[in-house]
């Protein structure tokens, strides 16, 4: 749920994502919380934005994205600023996106075997040691 724009239905999501999969609803609301809390938003775009234009060479450009929020504050109404953002929309989102795959895969892959080894060890602790049987 990290950077996902869905603030207003995060906490719809989570409960709907940790109920089935028996997770801890209290800590996934947690964790939601603390990461993708609207203080730290601009922040996460922000880096994803700057990652994304390593990958895709300057795409979309701090400029342009102050000149498009420039239009939308002095557009007409609701629909004039949905026909804005859609016009520029694709390019910020695949830059968004190849941003936030740049900022995840490798965080991903250096948090598997430390998480991997957590919860085998959790679970070998948590399962009964059977004594040997004797004859």
């Given at each position: 749920m990290?950077?996902?724009p869905v603030?207003?239905?995060?906490?719809?999501?989570?409960?709907?994502?940790?109920?089935p999969m028996r997770a801890n609803v209290v800590a996934a609301f947690i964790?939601?919380?603390?990461?993708?809390?609207?203080?730290?938003?601009?922040?996460?775009?922000s880096l994803s934005l700057s990652?994304?234009?390593?990958?895709?060479?300057?795409?979309?450009?701090?400029?342009?994205v102050s000149g498009m929020l420039d239009d939308i504050r002095q557009s007409a109404g609701f629909g004039e600023s949905l026909s804005l953002l859609g016009?520029?929309?694709?390019?910020?989102?695949?830059?968004?996106l190849a941003?936030?795959?740049?900022i995840a895969f490798p965080l991903g892959l250096?948090?598997?075997p430390l998480a991997l080894r957590y919860f085998l060890r959790r679970h070998r602790a948590a399962r009964p040691v059977k004594a040997p049987q004797t004859r």
């Amino acid at each position: 749920m990290g950077i996902m724009p869905v603030l207003p239905f995060r906490s719809a999501l989570i409960f709907l994502f940790s109920v089935p999969m028996r997770a801890n609803v209290v800590a996934a609301f947690i964790a939601g919380t603390l990461i993708g809390n609207p203080f730290l938003l601009l922040a996460w775009y922000s880096l994803s934005l700057s990652c994304g234009n390593l990958l895709v060479t300057n795409a979309v450009t701090w400029e342009r994205v102050s000149g498009m929020l420039d239009d939308i504050r002095q557009s007409a109404g609701f629909g004039e600023s949905l026909s804005l953002l859609g016009a520029v929309g694709w390019d910020v989102v695949f830059v968004l996106l190849a941003g936030g795959f740049l900022i995840a895969f490798p965080l991903g892959l250096a948090s598997y075997p430390l998480a991997l080894r957590y919860f085998l060890r959790r679970h070998r602790a948590a399962r009964p040691v059977k004594a040997p049987q004797t004859r």
